[in-house]
């Protein structure tokens, strides 16, 4: 009672029946959202800051995962040293991405791969894609959720950790997790030495989900089914619109430079304000005084409607008119504006044709179902770029930035080489790409030329050559027991060879040999078919790959075949 009379500047003693929704249906909303907003300010100052302060008498730093609580979570997220998300939905991982890209922090990490399916039925497949929505939504620092520790003298399996995926020795895949591990180090090196280059700042309405009477008390934020302002967030997402969420607390410290939104060093082109009853008038008044100075606001629909609270609320709420009736708005075409200041406000119910109007064009490679995060580095713009989509992409595409030349680079292999463009402006320019599922590449472009050799792409030729020779199965390591080597001719999971190979959960080598009728060809493409669930490729002898899927081939040069080859 104490703390709320500090924070809300009324005795919350006189208001017990509104508490607990048996007064008027105004004074019902208005108690329990200062109710709800004293708890998320009690657990920024007298938890995560007290927690963050403490870890300073340590030289230690706090990662804090603040999904789940009945708080203002952008607010917990920013005050974090390491912002940390979990989970599947961008909308969830974005909302710890976004307090870090607005506060400056350089590390924005994840409890990676919790959960995907149950224990051993996981694959690397399965994990890269769980890494690659992190990295698309704005994380660049991926944490395991961990590995079990089990006795040397256990039996197999060993023990297990409750929360799949089962990163341990006792999975088939172990040898072949370091190739994914590889793959993330690559990536990350690119997005930890990155600025955001997001468009977009969008306001995550809490007063109006604070002052609806539900069925409890407290509403916790962050889970997986954040319906907060989820319509809209999906429909930018889904567009390819680029956007952080931003508090009211962060709104505050926002300023003006050439006509764009800044936070520290990083800027915005505007911030949209969601259709929304609720709005504080100290977060409205600041949005006036941004665009006074320069800033471009768009609101969802209309103005807001009305402050929260109860405190000092008919004086609050003449200020709030008295902002209102300062701005004066025209008709357009199917939309109103109001320029005010150096600036300029936009309402109406067409998002896109808003964002339009301000020259805020999304990323269409989106309508490839590709999923993609654009970043700024010191040598310009560049893009994470990867092909969770059911087809292979082999095409131009579209993006919207520029430079002298650009230069691709496949995180899993380490290859490298410049890219073709075609059709360059200023703000875009159109980008060959050469694309499988479940494939990754980032481009990054460069203000100069680049004395680099082109990124290969490859066109099938010709027809496939099947290896129907005979193949040994030799099985090296798993349980529960080890069968005996056997030879085959029709090439098939061990499984479909007798019943001690079906219950066998290891790894083995299948290997035979075969010559090549083509001297004339410059590459081979090496298609192992259906794979469970990572293999390594040895080519007379050389390590050639290790593939963790979703698509088993590697391209090899010619060279690397001899007259008899075993593979």
Request: aromatic share 12%; proline share 4%.
């Amino acid at each position: 009672f104490e703390e709320f009379e500090k924070l809300r500047g009324y005795n919350l003693k006189h208001y017990l029946p509104a508490l607990f929704g048996n007064d008027s249906e105004e004074n019902n909303k208005r108690v329990i959202c200062d109710y709800r907003e004293t708890i998320s300010d009690l657990l920024l100052e007298r938890f995560t800051k007290v927690w963050l302060n403490w870890s300073r008498k340590y030289n230690s730093q706090i990662r804090n995962q603040a999904h789940g609580s009945p708080a203002n979570i952008i607010d917990l997220y920013d005050a974090s040293d390491i912002p940390e998300t979990e989970g599947t939905n961008p909308l969830r991982i974005k909302m710890a991405s976004s307090a870090g890209n607005i506060s400056g922090k350089s590390l924005i990490a994840c409890e990676a791969s919790t959960w995907l399916q149950e224990h051993f039925l996981s694959s690397l497949s399965d994990v890269k894609n769980n890494i690659d929505r992190y990295f698309a939504n704005g994380v660049n620092h991926i944490v395991y959720h961990g590995t079990p520790y089990s006795p040397i003298d256990e039996n197999w399996p060993g023990w297990l950790f409750y929360a799949s995926v089962h990163f341990a020795p006792t999975n088939t895949w172990w040898e072949d997790f370091k190739t994914l591990n590889s793959y993330i180090t690559n990536c990350q090196s690119f997005l930890q030495s990155a600025k955001p280059a997001n468009d977009i700042l969008l306001y995550f309405p809490i007063y109006d989900a604070w002052s609806t009477v539900g069925k409890t008390m407290l509403r916790h934020f962050g889970k997986d089914d954040e319906n907060l302002v989820k319509e809209l967030s999906e429909y930018l997402l889904n567009e390819g619109y680029t956007f952080d969420f931003i508090s009211d607390r962060q709104i505050q410290q926002l300023k003006v430079k050439n006509e764009k939104l800044v936070s520290g060093d990083i800027e915005y082109k505007t911030i949209i304000i969601p259709k929304t009853d609720f709005i504080p008038l100290e977060t409205f008044s600041k949005i006036i005084e941004l665009t006074k100075n320069g800033a471009k606001i768009i609101f969802e629909n209309d103005l807001p409607n009305d402050v929260p609270g109860l405190f000092n609320l008919k004086d609050r709420q003449k200020d709030f008119q008295n902002l209102k009736n300062e701005l004066q708005f025209v008709q357009k075409n199917n939309y109103k504006l109001c320029e005010f200041g150096k600036g300029k406000l936009l309402k109406g119910n067409d998002i896109n044709l808003l964002l339009n109007q301000l020259e805020i064009v999304p990323e269409i490679i989106v309508k490839d179902n590709l999923w993609f995060r654009r970043v700024n580095r010191i040598e310009g713009t560049c893009y994470f770029i990867c092909n969770w989509s059911e087809n292979n992409i082999v095409k131009w595409i579209k993006l919207n930035s520029s430079g002298k030349e650009a230069i691709w680079f496949n995180p899993m292999n380490k290859i490298i080489g410049k890219a073709k463009t075609r059709n360059q402006t200023l703000e875009s320019s159109e980008v060959f790409v050469q694309l499988e599922k479940g494939e990754t590449l980032i481009l990054q472009w460069y203000p100069n030329e680049q004395n680099i050799k082109d990124f290969p792409i490859y066109e099938e030729i010709g027809d496939s050559i099947k290896l129907i020779s005979n193949w040994e199965i030799e099985f090296i390591k798993g349980g529960p027991k080890i069968p005996k080597s056997i030879k085959i001719k029709e090439l098939k999971s061990w499984t479909e060879y007798g019943e001690e190979m079906k219950w066998f959960s290891g790894t083995a080598k299948y290997s035979t040999e075969f010559n090549l009728p083509n001297d004339s060809i410059q590459f081979y493409n090496i298609d192992l078919g259906k794979v469970h669930e990572s293999a390594v490729i040895f080519l007379n002898g050389e390590k050639i790959a290790a593939l963790i899927g979703p698509n088993y081939n590697v391209t090899v040069e010619a060279s690397k075949f001899k007259l008899i080859n075993k593979i």
